[in-house]
């Protein structure tokens, strides 16, 4: 920013100032605007801006000093609206896509002290303020500017000093509170015992500390504490500002009061501006905030302290005794009060506030509409940081495994209970012709089957992106450090899955011999099995809802067995699925190289022989002149039955490449999908 620029923005504020000292009755306060201006840099240009640890550094130690002021100018936000592109070309509607406005022009601040709740109807743009102000929505447009004691934040600054905290509590099941809380500390690489101890405690949690959050399977925390302890991880980067989106919906009102006391003790104690949005308040909760923003379909109409909000009511005379004021304000906006001092109660409202001082400071100060571009939240530190935040993401998510009989235990089970069922059922397979189709759809299950069982760990893994998604939108990591720390506990584990299967299975079968070629199923195995995660995962990401990624990963396994050549030969299929899926599915190279590596080198007895002939068989592969020459006309080789089938070509390293080429591949679209998915 430009000295002048910034000199205009003082002078800009100078009258908000002066009216908000008046309010605020603090004396001092204009000595430390004079002392703050100018002292963080800020650019203008977002694709330059200046190394964020320097700007953590000023920013924070500008607000230790003084109590903080947050303004947010002239909010807009649209998004582009019309028809998706798939509506359009089925209904041939070609008109251009039109915007539609979502906030307009909306200005709010915080109080000197205290908490601002944000109320509305639903629809009316709460949750959409509450992501704008955090700097956390991407949209076709942004409007108006943010503001912490006079100084213009840019997004970068903003992800140093505010926490969202959304409506959904995602946290894994199997940790306790207290480790929720810890790994959320080296998550933002500031852990600290002492500084834990004292979270815990502020928020209420010390009676939950070590108990687990729960699942599925089994009962945890309470609502409240769950409440509590989502906003206890969104403290841990020691935000200045705290966005709250509904803090709490879908608890009682008793908890409701408790969990709301517990953010405002908080946010007095450490200095902290609170938004928070919220459906209807209770007249217990209306108490605990300092002042009131009221949204009608996404223009602030009312802004005020609750005693004047509570006047505006008695004014118009729609309080009677018992009333919650809270109550009228949203009657007034939902329509349920039709009219208000002889006009629409929205209008009413609109000019009671533009006519107090209040409204006057805030709406009368104009700026151009300048764009806010949501930049990339997450702060860029160190690379010993990012190392870091792999390593705890690691330890998270082991510990995660390691306790998530879902995750794991039952996964791990599977493999060994479909290992056993295979070894009693194919049990000592007989070397002999008629028992080649039995071989081949062994290496069949073990790739097809196993891989389709990869569908178990869909849950886990929706369960670990929702909370990267909220990590990710509070700047604490982004989608490589997760990815590679998925990455690695993935492999083990899998590793683990394919060792148990292949022990149990190889030689009861009676598979062929020898460690080489044990090793060999192993490792082949183990790749398929890592790419067929992997997939999942991919559309887990993609869709991350339970059902519908599950009818997915079924539908897309149930394809690449389709055309992986064991039900129909790869080249008797129809040429355009040979040539394109079968050479793309990774399961064909699987089920060739366990199939090769247990064939070739076996010579099979054929047990039917031609009527009258005792030397003369009719074998279900055909042989090569070479076996017929070697073994004579009742024997076929593993060699022949390869040669047949058409598995040629490629060596042991090339499908090892071509294996291992398709799971980094995959793991790349992963990435993709986490990085360009999720509310950003
Ligand atoms: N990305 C988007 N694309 C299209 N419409 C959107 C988008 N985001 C929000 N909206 C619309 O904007 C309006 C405000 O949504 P928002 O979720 O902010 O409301 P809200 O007041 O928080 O509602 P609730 O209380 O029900 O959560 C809604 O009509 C919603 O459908």
């Given amino acids: 920013m430009s000295p002048l620029q910034s000199k205009s923005i003082v002078e800009d504020f100078k009258f908000s100032h002066d009216v908000d000292l008046k309010l605020a009755g603090h004396s001092s306060a204009r000595a430390e605007i004079a002392s703050n201006t100018g002292t963080i840099e800020t650019s203008d240009d977002h694709s330059h801006a200046s190394p964020v640890k320097a700007v953590d550094i000023?920013?924070?130690s500008e607000f230790e000093r003084a109590s903080m002021r947050v303004v947010y100018r002239h909010l807009t936000y649209e998004v582009k609206g019309g028809k998706p592109w798939w509506k359009k070309v089925a209904t041939f509607d070609w008109k251009k896509s039109t915007t539609k406005r979502i906030l307009?022009?909306?200005?709010?601040?915080?109080?000197?002290?205290?908490?601002?709740?944000?109320?509305?109807?639903?629809?009316?743009?709460?949750?959409?303020?509450?992501?704008?102000?955090?700097?956390?929505?991407?949209g076709y447009q942004h409007g108006g500017k943010c503001y912490v004691n006079e100084q213009e934040v840019q997004?970068?600054?903003?992800?140093?000093?505010?926490?969202l905290v959304e409506q959904d509590d995602d946290h894994f099941g199997v940790l306790t509170v207290r480790e929720t809380i810890a790994f959320a500390m080296k998550l933002a690489g500031r852990y600290e015992v002492s500084q834990l101890d004292r979270i815990i405690e502020e928020m209420g949690l010390s009676s939950c500390q070590n108990v687990r959050i729960g699942n599925a399977i089994q009962k945890?925390?309470?609502?409240?504490?769950?409440?509590?302890?989502?906003?206890?991880?969104?403290?841990?980067?020691?935000?200045?500002?705290?966005?709250?989106?509904?803090?709490?919906?879908?608890?009682?009102?008793f908890t409701s009061k408790r969990v709301i006391a517990c953010i405002r003790d908080y946010a007095y104690k450490h200095d902290i501006a609170v938004f928070a949005s919220l459906h209807q308040?209770?007249?217990?909760?209306?108490e605990h905030f300092e002042e009131i923003a009221v949204l009608d379909k996404?223009?602030?109409?009312?802004?005020?302290?609750?005693?004047?909000?509570e006047n505006f009511c008695r004014d118009n005379m729609l309080l009677r005794k018992y009333d919650n004021p809270a109550d009228k304000l949203i009657e007034m906006v939902s329509g349920i009060i039709p009219i208000v001092n002889n006009k629409a109660p929205a209008v009413a409202m609109r000019e009671h506030y533009e006519l107090s001082l209040l409204g006057k400071e805030m709406e009368t100060v104009r700026y151009g509409s300048a764009t806010l571009h949501t930049g990339d939240l997450v702060k860029r530190r160190g690379i010993s940081h990012q190392f870091n935040v792999i390593a705890v993401l690691f330890d998270r998510l082991l510990t995660n495994y390691s306790r998530n009989l879902l995750a794991f235990g039952i996964r791990m089970g599977m493999f060994l209970g479909m290992g056993a069922m295979l070894a009693l059922i194919w049990i000592n397979l007989a070397r002999v012709d008629d028992r080649i189709n039995d071989r081949l759809s062994i290496h069949f299950f073990s790739v097809a089957f196993l891989s389709f069982m990869s569908v178990a760990g869909i849950p886990s893994f929706i369960e670990e992106r929702s909370v990267y998604v909220r990590e990710r939108r509070n700047g604490l990591y982004g989608p490589l450090p997760f990815l590679l720390a998925n990455t690695f506990v993935l492999i083990p584990f899998v590793f683990g899955c394919a060792l148990i299967f292949s022990i149990i299975i190889y030689?009861?079968?009676?598979?062929?011999?020898?460690?080489?070629?044990?090793?060999?199923?192993?490792?082949?195995?183990?790749?398929?099995?890592?790419?067929?995660?992997t997939q999942s995962s991919l559309i887990a990401a993609i869709v991350p809802i339970f059902v519908a990624a599950l009818a997915l990963t079924a539908f897309v396994n149930g394809f690449w067995m389709c055309v992986q050549g064991f039900f129909i030969r790869g080249r008797s299929l129809p040429r355009f699925w040979y040539y394109s899926f079968h050479f793309m599915?990774?399961?064909?190279?699987?089920?060739?190289?366990?199939?090769?590596?247990?064939?070739v080198g076996v010579v099979f007895k054929c047990r039917n022989f031609f009527p009258g002939s005792t030397t003369d068989c009719n074998c279900v592969y055909p042989a090569s002149q070479e076996t017929i020459d070697m073994y004579g006309k009742c024997a076929v080789t593993g060699q022949d039955v390869i040669d047949y089938l058409g598995f040629g070509g490629i060596s042991v390293t090339g499908y090892a490449f071509i294996l291992l080429g398709i799971f980094v591949l995959y793991r790349f679209f992963l990435y993709i999908a986490l990085r360009y998915t999720g509310k950003l």
């Fill in 58 to 60: 000023d920013i924070r």
């Fill in 507 to 533: 030689w009861s079968i009676g598979l062929h011999p020898g460690a080489g070629h044990f090793f060999r199923f192993l490792s082949f195995l183990f790749l398929a099995l890592l790419v067929a995660e």
């Fill in 585 to 599: 599915d990774y399961q064909t190279y699987a089920f060739e190289i366990l199939a090769k590596n247990d064939l």
């Fill in 220 to 253: 945890g925390i309470s609502g409240g504490q769950k409440r509590r302890l989502t906003v206890a991880t969104a403290l841990v980067t020691s935000p200045k500002i705290l966005f709250l989106d509904e803090p709490t919906s879908g608890l009682d009102s």
């Fill in 298 to 309: 996404g223009r602030l109409v009312f802004l005020g302290t609750m005693i004047d909000a």
């Fill in 104 to 138: 307009d022009d909306v200005s709010i601040r915080a109080p000197a002290k205290g908490m601002t709740a944000i109320l509305g109807p639903s629809g009316s743009g709460k949750s959409t303020l509450l992501e704008v102000m955090s700097f956390r929505r991407n």
């Fill in 155 to 163: 997004p970068y600054q903003m992800a140093v000093l505010g926490a």
């Fill in 281 to 286: 308040p209770s007249v217990a909760l209306w």
